[in-house]
């Protein structure tokens, strides 16, 4: 369920909240492939599953880059602000993969209002984002994600 916001001041009152979780979904290899076409990204641990199977991981696994760029698909299944002119992605502060994404595992984000700041109209809100892989103890991805939401 997506934990909505009536406005941007209401995420002050927020900060060091669970927002909740997106949807699992299944990272496959077609979606591996896809992305390391469009990044150019062509090592063989994401796109020879021949060669990856007797690799270090046993299997292809996703692209950090990818993992993260999920992170995209997951926010707005977590969080909504409304009564906004615009949302701004501003950046990171900081990005983490303490585990790979084996292909057809399965993953989901939860997400945490780290800091709320005010800028020039309106605030500028951290949330950390962690990514979870189902069945593992170690996350894929933990990134500090800067948003911006304008009045």
């Excluded at 707005?76 to 701004?88: A, C, E, N, T």
């Excluded at 993953?107 to 800028?119: F, P």
């Amino acid at each position: 369920m997506t934990t909505v916001f009536a406005n941007p001041d209401a995420l002050i009152h927020a900060v060091g909240k669970h927002l909740g979780h997106s949807a699992w979904v299944t990272i496959d290899q077609s979606r591996i492939n896809l992305f390391a076409e469009s990044t150019g990204d062509h090592q063989w641990i994401h796109v020879d599953p021949t060669r990856a199977v007797a690799g270090p991981f046993g299997a292809t696994i996703a692209h950090g880059y990818l993992t993260l760029a999920m992170t995209n698909q997951f926010l707005p299944q977590i969080m909504r602000v409304d009564g906004i002119s615009m949302g701004i992605n501003y950046g990171v502060d900081r990005v983490r993969f303490p585990s790979p994404v084996v292909v057809g595992s399965r993953i989901r984000a939860g997400a945490e209002l780290v800091r709320v700041d005010e800028v020039a109209g309106g605030v500028q809100a951290v949330i950390r984002v962690i990514v979870e892989i189902e069945g593992s103890d170690r996350p894929a991805c933990v990134v500090d994600s800067v948003s911006r939401f304008l009045r």
